[in-house]
């Protein structure tokens, strides 16, 4: 295939605007293309009056390719390399089957790489299925009840799924491509195969991490719900087995590998592995608010005249700046078109997300605005220190809050001005269980609190209306990122061998794309261990 670059395409464009193109850049005839795939699309709003997307393209054509590129001296067209992934099978049964703790996205493409491998490999989540998730959080907006084991963090699908299903990211791998054909095999939008900022959205993506379970299960995989891992047996510094608390009570698993997909919340495995001896090492991570914005006043920032356009879809950003000590404040998780949700894992505790549906069309949008929180901010040296830090503040966040799940709540103006916000103004909240207006300084380390403070100004100068006045800023975010890294080798396995730490919670991925690339990882390098 030849592949074609940059091409300016217009909002309006005809169907046929792409294979014409082709035509006249290739200068070939109009039935010489045998196949055309739209490899890449972005929105290309630099200039306001001049909004357009940017397009890449994949041609088959009938003729000698290599004729054809000789010819061209244009740099935007090349020779195309698309790397196919290859799935590896293995031909003898294992005696003792790997198991997967978690079944978050990088548990989730480990089991489905295990499962193809014919390895059988066990899945164990200590939440819930994502039917009876959907509930338990839809219980928790309408009435304030946690369910500390099924809750936005923890059940199927893993926090990504109560989020806005966003698979950008800034890694580059070649497993990329085969996770997002793999989404699109069990239900998710085509879109995502060539837009430059995939989401599924939280609707759609419930339903998509349902199939792909139930595909692994047709390959030979066991999957287990509400399995709690409760310890790791080790012989001579190789695991023999977990014992894990099921409905029907304890039970134990021989096994001689384990891929620890546990997610960014698990704290109460960190501190059992932490005290089975497992490496664990400190990991900077980022607290603050979610900041929300009519998505009005964000389309209109982003795309000038054509903000209403349906083409465009709802704007999103991404912004970062530094304060004069250095420390990094950015937004994370935007969420076009979204809602703010309750996203603690933990009784009392205030802790918030975002979440957006695949048609992103609520009335406000909303991110993460988070400030860097320093190893050096723990004030102490013990491994699990950071997540006593999130703790203390969420914990503030519920006091502030009334002490039932209501998320404090400040206007950006009100912020600015040091007042304590009294009432609401053109921006209503969307965070449920409710809400609670206050000064949120009284729940942010003070560093936090500066630093969005120095912010605010910054992002506004580069996106007209940030810092408008009712903008509402609930807090807090403090889940963003694991506090914690879970030391692993080259080999991917901890000291204890046969134990491999994986994804966002063990402080290796950031996201859904990266933590699905990684547990491909983990899983490879125990396929190796069985060629």
Do not use: W
């Not at 009519?294 to 209403?308: E, L, T, W």
Request: hydrophobic fraction near 35%; charge should be positive.
């Amino acid at each position: 295939m030849i592949r074609i670059s940059q091409i300016k395409m217009p909002l309006d464009a005809s169907n046929d605007f792409l294979k014409n193109k082709a035509v006249k850049l290739l200068k070939i005839k109009n039935d010489d293309i045998l196949k055309l795939e739209l490899k890449r699309k972005s929105i290309d709003a630099r200039k306001k009056n001049d909004i357009h997307f940017i397009c890449t393209i994949d041609v088959t054509i009938k003729q000698n390719e290599d004729k054809i590129l000789d010819k061209n001296q244009n740099n935007n067209i090349t020779k195309a390399t698309n790397n196919l992934y290859t799935y590896t099978k293995i031909i003898h049964n294992l005696q003792c089957r790997p198991i997967i703790v978690g079944s978050g996205p990088a548990g989730l493409f480990a089991g489905y790489i295990l499962a193809k491998a014919n390895l059988n490999p066990i899945i164990i989540e200590q939440g819930k299925d994502i039917d009876s998730r959907i509930k338990a959080v839809e219980l928790m907006k309408t009435k304030g009840i946690l369910d500390i084991s099924t809750n936005i963090q923890f059940g199927e699908g893993g926090a990504g799924t109560f989020s806005d299903g966003k698979l950008n990211t800034g890694i580059k791998d070649p497993r990329i491509n085969e996770v997002l054909k793999v989404f699109v095999s069990y239900g998710a939008p085509k879109e995502i195969l060539y837009e430059a900022k995939p989401h599924i959205g939280t609707d759609i993506l419930a339903d998509v991490v349902k199939n792909i379970r139930k595909n692994i299960i047709k390959m030979g995989a066991d999957v287990f719900f509400e399995y709690k891992l409760e310890d790791i047996i080790v012989d001579s510094g190789h695991i023999t087995g977990i014992n894990i608390l099921t409905p029907e009570g304890e039970k134990y698993i021989e096994t001689n590998d384990i891929i620890l997909a546990i997610g960014h919340s698990s704290r109460d495995t960190f501190k059992m592995i932490y005290e089975k001896g497992i490496d664990i090492s400190q990991k900077q991570f980022s607290m603050g608010v979610r900041i929300e914005h009519p998505q009005s006043v964000i389309n209109k920032a982003q795309y000038g005249k054509y903000a209403d356009n349906s083409i465009l879809g709802a704007a999103d950003y991404k912004l970062s700046c530094r304060t004069p000590d250095g420390r990094g404040v950015y937004t994370f998780c935007m969420c076009p078109g979204g809602e703010v949700v309750a996203a603690t894992s933990e009784q009392g505790g205030v802790v918030t997300n975002g979440m957006s549906k695949y048609a992103r069309n609520d009335k406000n949008a909303n991110s993460a605005l988070l400030v860097d929180v320093r190893t050096s901010d723990f004030n102490s040296n013990h491994p699990l220190a950071g997540i006593e830090l999130q703790r203390k503040y969420e914990k503030l966040a519920y006091k502030i809050g009334g002490e039932n799940y209501k998320a404090p709540v400040q206007l950006a103006g009100d912020f600015l001005n040091n007042n304590q916000s009294n009432k609401l103004g053109s921006v209503i909240p969307s965070y449920k269980p409710g809400i609670t207006l206050c000064d949120l300084r009284e729940c942010l380390p003070d560093f936090v609190y500066t630093g969005l403070k120095y912010a605010l100004p910054q992002f506004d100068r580069k996106l007209n209306g940030f810092m408008m006045y009712d903008a509402v800023m609930t807090g807090i975010e403090s889940r963003s990122s694991s506090p914690v890294r879970i030391i692993r080798s080259d080999d991917y396995q901890s000291n204890i061998k046969g134990i491999y730490p994986c994804g966002e919670g063990a402080g290796y991925a950031g996201g859904i794309m990266s933590a699905a690339v990684d547990g491909i990882k983990c899983a490879e390098k125990i396929i190796e261990k069985y060629l």
